[in-house]
């Protein structure tokens, strides 16, 4: 299987309010998106210091059952209204399973 | 169950040879750390530009679980030994699944 990872440390801009909107849009997408096999998301727990605020871990058969979620209309929506408005550090890998 | 999600980008130190000895030595940790439940490192696919260099995402039952795992003394030889002198950035967050 194929893994996309992402992690988010928010703006001052960002408010409980879009955070919560911003969870709640991340858990519709599976329903939307048919590639998606394994999605969890979350406010990090913060039980270490330094640590980016919110993770987004989504698995997937392979390379190509990523891409359809990367370009999917939905999920750029979520991007460009939920969570571009509001990062100020980004970072993600994406990777093989080996399984 | 509780995530442990972490990325690495690598200074300019890093070579192969220590990219390799970092998966190998990663790969033993689940054999040593009983609380892993489960566990997946790599190297970013190239897929897309800005990512980080490796992604670790380890699963344990909960948080005493995880902590079991970051203080653990073989885990900590593997930080001192094969990623601390190579990281340029790293970016970390633990969350809870919600399962």
Chains 1, 2 share one sequence.
Not at 55 to 68: E, H, Q
């Amino acid at each position: 299987m194929f893994r996309h990872t992402v992690m988010f440390r928010w703006s001052t801009a960002s408010t409980p309010e879009q955070r919560s909107a911003l969870t709640a849009a991340l858990a519709q997408l599976p329903a939307g998106i048919p590639t998606i096999r394994r999605y969890h998301v979350g406010p990090d727990a913060g039980i270490n210091d330094g640590n980016f605020d919110f993770a987004v871990v989504a698995d997937f058969d392979d390379v190509d059952g990523y891409l359809v979620y990367r370009d999917h209309p939905e999920h750029q929506r979520v991007i460009v209204e939920l969570i571009a408005p509001f990062v100020e550090t980004r970072a993600a890998v994406q990777y093989d399973l080996g399984d």
